[in-house]
């Protein structure tokens, strides 16, 4: 699976921000979709994710906030960001997976970076 980020941009506090990530390479409504980010000294940590069959997750930090979306026909996942806060600055990563033989499978795209500052 070859994953393709972008949206990611410089934005003031309180202001929104739609990231896209475009799969290639595999079945995309197979796998589980995810964002992910990491700021500045800080671990990568899951933002959002979303399962085949629409189930969805995310940090506590975003909830009310963020949404994530799939589009199986586009083989796109969607990252809505609204509210943004100074604590949102990251570098955000997309994140496919999905399980053969109980292997798990991961793949990462090139990451996009997010940076919300007055």
């Known amino acids: 699976v070859q994953l393709q980020a972008s949206g990611g941009g410089l934005v003031q506090p309180g202001g929104s921000l739609r990231l896209s990530c475009a799969a290639s390479?595999?079945?995309?409504?197979?796998?589980?979709m995810g964002w992910h980010r990491q700021a500045p000294g800080k671990q990568r940590e899951l933002v959002a994710g979303i399962s085949p069959t629409g189930n969805i997750n995310y940090a506590e930090s975003v909830k009310g906030r963020f949404t994530i979306s799939r589009d199986n026909a586009k083989n796109t996942v969607y990252l809505q960001m609204n509210s943004l806060k100074p604590e949102d600055t990251a570098v955000y990563y997309c994140n496919a997976y999905n399980w053969r033989n109980q292997v798990r499978y991961d793949y990462w795209g090139q990451g996009t970076l997010v940076t919300v500052s007055s």
């Open positions: 390479g595999s079945t995309f409504s197979r796998n589980v």
